[in-house]
């Protein structure tokens, strides 16, 4: 079984995450787990396990646990400048939607970034990617949206395409151009969707630049007719759909996205029971993203007991952007989906491993520990899964593997 590995980890538990397992967290406790180069390709109990002879590294975990590499689902991460004014402005008592209507918000970020060389986006960018993988992202989803024409759409694209390659993370793409209403078409914003559709989606294509298609379906942003558009579009270039969904106000955009098999739908808080029911029909991932919820100091929960109830995979994602959720940590998401949300520790765990992966379509190859799986994998100094979602800030992590590739925590 062992005999091809390369690297072994013995005495180790196991949150596999594999939902096929009984108990929490898909436990196997006191296991050896074996790789090849980038793939799981063994995992047996310590009292089965024969050491295999030949050039392989082994590593005594001494009963530690090793869980799957971390996937943030949904991060804005490319941008350029702050919003540390907006802040200021909300803590006087104005609120996010009135700062949107007198174009603040999303066009302020719009505004840096389409002043930001593809360079500049990068340089900014880049550290807030570094937080994200020193907490144990082991992939992330990134998001446009702050361009909101041609060339600034593409080049934020492009810019999550370099981080891509700069980094060992490995990052999925998703063209937002439907996020806010571009200055250039306020009249006209379904001229703009015009655009997006007919000459932006497929452009995004054609240079392969991207995954998935998002939109913000929102009274401050697109309607739930002009986001249908853009999920036509999308699926006629073979695109898997997200949205930007009940957010601020009950739009039924999640009903609208299941009819068009979402991967996800995201924020959530306004969804209804018509709306949860819809997602688990078509087998779509609720992502919650409690930062934005914390930061925009909000009080109308995510309807969590009908989700599940109806079963629906839950994702935990950082949100990371300037406006809503400036927080470039995971941990920090995971710790407020309990504190906030009343997620289980084992859901929040679930939620930045295996559904999370489905949510980017991936569950194939991410997101759990089983053999045939990459080798994204995290080895954590602690004594239950639990105080991954429980203490936040304790620098627990002793060992990242990126697709089969060691990095020891300093
Ligand atoms: O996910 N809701 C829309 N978009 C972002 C916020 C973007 C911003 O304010 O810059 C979000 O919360
Ligand atoms: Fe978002």
């Known amino acids: 079984m062992f005999k091809t590995a390369t690297v072994i980890w013995i005495n180790v538990n196991l949150a596999t995450m594999d939902q096929t397992i009984d108990g929490g967290y898909g436990a196997l406790r006191n296991q050896a787990i074996g790789i090849c180069d980038d793939r799981i390709i063994a995992i047996a109990p310590m009292q089965d396990f024969v050491a295999p002879l030949g050039e392989v590294t082994i590593i005594d975990a001494k009963d530690r646990w090793l869980t799957p590499g971390f996937i943030d689902a949904h991060t804005h991460l490319v941008y350029a400048g702050h919003r540390a004014d907006e802040f200021e402005q909300r803590l006087q008592g104005v609120s996010y939607t009135q700062i949107a209507k007198l174009g603040g918000g999303i066009l302020s970020t719009v505004k840096a970034t389409r ?31 702050y361009g909101l024409n041609i060339d600034d759409e593409l080049k934020m694209l492009r810019a999550a395409k370099i981080l891509d390659a700069n980094n060992p993370v490995r990052v999925t793409t998703t063209l937002l151009a439907a996020h806010s209403v571009p200055p250039e078409y306020k009249n006209n914003p379904d001229q703009y969707i015009d655009l997006v559709c007919e000459q932006l989606i497929p452009l995004a294509v054609d240079e392969s630049l991207v995954d998935a298609v998002d939109v913000f379906c929102e009274q401050i942003a697109f309607s739930p007719a002009q986001c249908e558009r853009v999920f036509e579009a999308a699926q006629k270039h073979g695109l898997a759909i997200k949205g930007h969904m009940e957010q601020l106000s009950n739009q039924q955009g999640s009903q609208l996205a299941a009819r068009y098999h979402a991967l996800s739908v995201d924020h959530l808080e306004w969804l209804d029971e018509a709306g949860v029911q819809a997602i688990s029909s078509s087998n779509t991932v609720a992502t919650l993203l409690p930062s934005a919820f914390y930061f925009l100091r909000e009080t109308k929960l995510p309807p969590i007991e009908l989700l599940r109830r109806y079963q629906v995979p839950i994702a935990v994602a950082t949100d990371l952007n300037p406006g809503s959720a400036p927080l470039a940590s995971i941990r920090l998401a995971m710790h407020m989906a309990c504190t906030l949300f009343r997620l289980t520790p084992h859901e ?63």
């Open 115 to 145: 002043r930001a060389t593809l360079e500049e986006l990068v340089t900014q960018s880049q550290p807030r990617l570094s937080a994200l993988m020193a907490e144990g992202v082991t992939c992330v989803e990134i998001k446009s949206g």
């Open 348 to 410: 929040s765990l679930a939620g930045v491993t295996c559904h999370a992966a489905k949510a980017l379509g991936l569950s194939a190859s991410i997101g759990q520990l089983k053999v045939g799986m990459k080798a994204d994998m995290l080895l954590w100094n602690i004594e239950s899964p639990a105080q991954l979602s429980y203490q936040f800030g304790m620098h627990e992590l002793l060992q990242k593997v990126f697709d089969g590739r060691i990095s020891d925590v300093g």
